[in-house]
Structure formats: C-alpha cells, structure tokens
C-alpha cells in the first residue's frame, strides 16, 4: 500500500502560515521573511514533503532544465567546463543537459531542437557552427543564450572566453626567456576561435622576440587529441634541424609530444622543453610534470552558468562580456637551453 503524500494544506497547517505563504517558498516568486521562510522549510522536512517539479513547471512556465551543448565532450577541457556548469545549475535548482556536437554542426542543430521540444529555459553553448543563424532564432524565441570559450559574431548575448591570444604570447614569451629560439608549435585543430586566438598570440610573440622563422616549425591537424600531438611531435623532432622546444596549444597533445620524444630517445626537458596550454589534471600526472598556459576551466564554466541564470530571472539583464585570465604555470617539462643538448649541437 503506498504511502499517502502530504499537501501543501498540511505543511501550511504545521508551519502556522498561509497556503499563499507556502506557494511563495516554494516557487521562490515572491519575497517571504527568513521567519517565515524557515518554519516552511522546518515543516517541508518534518512531514517529507517534496512539490511536484512538474506542476511548479507548468505554473511558473519554466521547466527547469538548461541545454549545455559541448564540441568534443571526450576532451578533458571541455568536460571541466561542462562540469563547472552542470554543477553551479545544480546547486540553483536547475538540472543541465549536456550534449556533445562532436565539431558537428548539423548534430548540434539537431540536439537544439530537442532541447526546445524539452522546454529549456536556456542554453550554455561552446559552438561548432560557423554562421549564427539558428543562435539568432533562439534570441528571436526569447531562449537566453550564454556563449562560452567560443565567440560568434552578429550574436547579441553574454559570452565567457579566456585571453587566448595573450595566453600564447606568454608561452612563447616563457620559451624565450629559457633561450629557445627554434620553437616548435602545434595548433590543432585550425578553425575552433580558442586555437585561433592562441596562434596569433604565438606568431606575434616568434616576431617579436625574433624567433626562428620556418614554416615547418608550425604543425596543424584536425583533432585537438593525443594522436595528433604524438604524430606531430615526431614530425617536428624528424626535421634536418629539430626544434629545441614545442608549444602544444592543448595539454592533450602536448603529452603525445612528450610519448613521442620518449619512443625516440629524446630527454624531456634535457633535449627538448615541452609547453602545453589548459592546465587539466593530466599536466601534473605525467612524468615530467608538464609546463602549462592555465586557463580557469571551472571557472569559465561557473561564469556561464550564472550568467544564464541571472538572464532566467531577469530577462532585460544586458549581456555581459566575461574575459578570464591565463597565466603560466612552471613545473618540469621546461628549462634553459643546453648548449650541449641533442638539438643545439645541431646549430
């Protein structure tokens, strides 16, 4: 025999307020005194009561649930993010529904439109698409949009990045300070904005330190994986004239550099420094701990997930442009040049 739920008369009853009063805790839409809030509550735990999620949905015209939309979920990176989202929604009452693009830009319009059949109040997206039609059409729908780590022009909403360009001037800046001059660098893949950004804080940095100036220092490919960094690390340090150091613009493949130098007899940091770029827990778990551009990822994903909910619940909140800051973080990956090294003795 089941168990017979309480109503909301009997948790009005037991705290001594009014029905009105209990509704106003519940569905947070009026102001109610902490006195009166509490003895709600009080009386809510005592006799178990939980309101109906879906009745305060249909009541308020909120469901509750916010898409969180990411380009490649497998990443470390991306999956820090979503968690510092899914977290934050949480602990605000709301429930995230994270769906993964995989780079797929006619996947992610399809997710888009599930989500909608869901009655999200909101979107959290690190977009794939290249043209900001369907984000306009969401603004037009009045579904508040927070756009993170990746911008898209022409799209008026909140958006969260990190200094990506400055975080690359400052890797190769660190490099250079070491007395590296022949920089290996491997972006991949070529189109996310982030990569982009990081790539021309490198090519700025290489100007104007007075880097080598050889194309082939420079390695592109289509995924930002493990893979990509091993393959392109071997390229590099196969060359008539190797680079003494590589700027990997992940931490992902900045460890398939160093497997890579590993398989070929080449000491990290003796002959080769290596320098990654997102700070993941990875960084510190391989030997040699690896030298990063740390990015706040947490961070970033908590600063979206407010700014939505501030859009939720006010609807004319201006949109807000939020820019984290990197910084360099020195463990072993990286030291000084040695003049008697593999590579200098190249020169």
Do not use: W
Not at 29 to 57: C, G, Q
Not at 225 to 241: N, R, S, V
Not at 324 to 340: C, E, I
Request: net charge negative; charged share 20%; aromatic share 6%.
């Amino acid at each position: 025999m089941g168990t017979i739920k309480p109503t909301m008369n009997e948790v009005a009853k037991y705290a001594d307020v009014s029905v009105a009063t209990v509704s106003r805790v519940i569905n947070g839409n009026h102001p109610v005194s902490p006195d009166l809030e509490k003895r709600v509550r009080k009386a809510m735990k005592a006799l178990h009561y939980h309101p109906s999620s879906v009745a305060r949905s249909l009541k308020m015209q909120q469901s509750g649930l916010v898409g969180i939309l990411v380009p490649l979920l497998e990443h470390p990176a991306y999956s820090r993010m979503a968690s510092g989202i899914e977290k934050t929604l949480f602990e605000s009452g709301y429930r995230g529904l994270i769906c993964n693009s995989e780079e797929n830009e006619s996947r992610e319009n399809e997710y888009i439109e599930m989500l909608l059949r869901q009655r999200i109040d909101g979107i959290i997206i690190n977009t794939s698409a290249r043209h900001p039609a369907y984000l306009m059409e969401l603004q037009q729908n009045n579904i508040p949009i927070v756009l993170f780590d990746r911008t898209v022009q022409g799209v008026n909403c909140h958006q969260v990045f990190c200094d990506n360009s400055l975080g690359g001037y400052n890797g190769v800046q660190h490099l250079i300070e070491l007395g590296h001059r022949r920089i290996g660098v491997i972006a991949a893949p070529m189109y996310p904005e982030p990569i982009i950004r990081r790539l021309q804080g490198v090519k700025q940095a290489l100007l104007d330190f007075q880097a080598d100036d050889d194309p082939r220092l420079i390695q592109t490919g289509d995924t930002q994986l493990f893979d990509m960094g091993y393959e392109a690390g071997k390229t590099l340090l196969q060359l008539d004239h190797p680079p003494t150091a590589i700027f990997a613009l992940t931490d992902v493949t900045a460890v398939g550099v160093i497997h890579a130098a590993i398989e070929m007899d080449i000491r990290v940091p003796d002959d080769l420094s290596v320098l990654g770029y997102d700070d993941l827990p990875i960084a510190n778990y391989i030997v040699p701990a690896l030298t990063t551009i740390a990015q706040p990822l947490l961070e970033m994903g908590q600063t979206a997930a407010n700014l939505l909910i501030q859009s939720i619940d006010s609807p004319y909140f201006e949109p807000q442009k939020a820019v984290l800051p990197t910084h360099l973080v020195v463990r072993h990956s990286t030291q000084a040049l040695q003049k008697s090294s593999r590579h200098s003795s190249n020169r």
